[in-house]
């Protein structure tokens, strides 16, 4: 079968806070964006019911709701929205193209929003009970089915001990296994006080999780004790793994810098290491993820895509599809002996008017144009005729006379 092709200015991979905010202001840029979600549009945010934390709600908010809003929100800017796993980023000269299983969507930046996944416990028989079957990652999601059942929740930091907390709502008994000592669990202060003084909250301490055991259905979670080594098997219905995040972010190894965690490397630009290509939220190197920060960098990235699509849209009309013979200043306007060229150039070009048009590219403010003219160093002088470059030259001692041979020539 053969691929689509659809052309866009700006593609959002992934519709989590991160990715609907850059679509958000993409959208509101008057781009042409798309939003590729393969799940579900609010990411992870949806996977809690109680939000406290995001400014502009003085009562907590169910996550699904506020997701809601921003979905909402982010559609009314015409923004595309496409529900569809994307598999692979390729990057060319001048276009990004996000891929997916039918349709190659062509972009002049993208914006990745991919988050994190849960991590599992690697414990034996976990693959069997995964997607619907007793392992669950989402306490939002599967609370109500679980009204009345035993259910267990593994981990102590913040997701787990407030989700947990939130579960004691729906479930008889929430079980808690924590591979700390007594007492001791990484979540905020606030949410340890009111899940130890919850009744319906039981503590394993000092356990990690061995096996999962059930024939079609998740029945049993044996734990065993670190310190004594004892097994200790738990009939639940429901076991809720919430023991950290993995980035979402294997498909991008090799495309662009990450850290050894699998982190993307931005700057404080959200841009990547690989020009026109933006990372954002959980999925990027950054010290605190949460909704409020993935928002923040949504909003970044959408400016500044908006920003690098203007000057690819700039370079295009007036290097690439300039008629005639044109020359391309590129220098460093921070450079006094760059600058003396550029006045030597200038003072030629007005010598041949009407035959020779010139542009000037400052890699200071313009690094991203000069590089899709690849040049080699500064001051270069690049010639073109209707578009397509004829001759890059870097020896600018006799600046005036090229000049003139090259208007003689092609002029
Ligand atoms: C249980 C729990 C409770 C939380 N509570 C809070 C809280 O109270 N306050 C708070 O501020 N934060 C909270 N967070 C954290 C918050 O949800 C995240 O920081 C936030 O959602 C990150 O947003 P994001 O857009 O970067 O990524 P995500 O929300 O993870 O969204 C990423 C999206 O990308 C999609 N995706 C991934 N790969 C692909 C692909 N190949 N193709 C297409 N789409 C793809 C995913 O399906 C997902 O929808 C909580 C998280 C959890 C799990």
């Not at 929205?81 to 190659?104: A, G, M, N, P, Y």
């Not at 069997?128 to 059942?149: E, M, P, Q, V, Y």
Request: aromatic share 8%; hydrophobic share 40%.
């Amino acid at each position: 079968m053969e691929k689509k092709t659809e052309h866009y200015d700006v593609v959002i991979v992934g519709g989590g806070p991160g990715g609907m905010t850059a679509a958000l202001y993409a959208g509101r840029a008057r781009l042409k964006t798309l939003l590729i979600e393969k799940s579900l549009i609010g990411g992870m945010a949806t996977y809690t019911s109680e939000v406290e934390n995001y400014p502009g709600f003085p009562e907590p908010i169910d996550g699904t709701e506020l997701m809601k809003s921003f979905d909402k929100q982010f559609r009314r800017f015409g923004v595309n929205v496409k529900l569809t796993d994307v598999r692979e980023i390729r990057v060319d000269c001048c276009t990004r193209t996000v891929s997916t299983f039918r349709t190659d969507y062509v972009a002049k930046a993208v914006v990745i929003a991919t988050g994190n996944k849960s991590r599992l416990t690697g414990a034996k028989n976990e693959d069997k009970f995964l997607n619907d079957k007793g392992i669950s990652f989402c306490a939002t999601c599967d609370a109500a089915r679980n009204t009345g059942k035993r259910i267990m929740v593994i981990g102590s930091g913040d997701a787990a001990i407030e989700e947990g907390t939130f579960l004691t709502k729906f479930a008889s008994e929430v079980i808690v296994s924590v591979m700390h000592d007594e007492g001791i669990m990484d979540a905020n202060k606030v949410a340890q006080e009111k899940a130890l003084a919850n009744p319906k909250m039981k503590f394993m301490w000092n356990t990690v999780v061995e096996s999962f055991e059930g024939e079609e259905e998740l029945k049993q979670v044996v734990l065993k004790n670190i310190k004594t080594g004892e097994l200790i098997p738990m009939d639940v219905d429901t076991c809720f793994l919430f023991i950290g995040y993995v980035p979402n972010t294997k498909m991008f190894e090799g495309l662009i810098d990450m850290t050894s965690r699998g982190y993307i490397k931005t700057n404080e630009d959200m841009e990547t290491s690989c020009t026109g290509i933006f990372a954002v939220g959980d999925c990027r190197d950054k010290t605190l993820r949460q909704i409020a920060t993935a928002v923040g960098d949504g909003a970044v990235a959408g400016y500044m895509a908006e920003k690098y699509v203007e000057e690819m849209d700039y370079v295009q009309k007036e290097i690439f599809e300039a008629k005639g013979l044109t020359m391309a200043f590129v220098y460093n306007a921070i450079d006094a002996v760059d600058r003396e060229f550029l006045s030597r150039a200038e003072k030629a070009q007005e010598l041949h008017k009407g035959k020779l048009g010139l542009r000037r590219i400052d890699i200071y403010k313009s690094d991203r144009i000069a590089c899709r003219l690849d040049y080699s160093k500064t001051p270069s002088l690049i010639f073109m005729q209707d578009g397509k470059v004829i001759e890059n030259v870097t020896d600018l001692s006799a600046i005036e006379n090229k000049i003139a041979e090259m208007v003689a020539k092609h002029g």
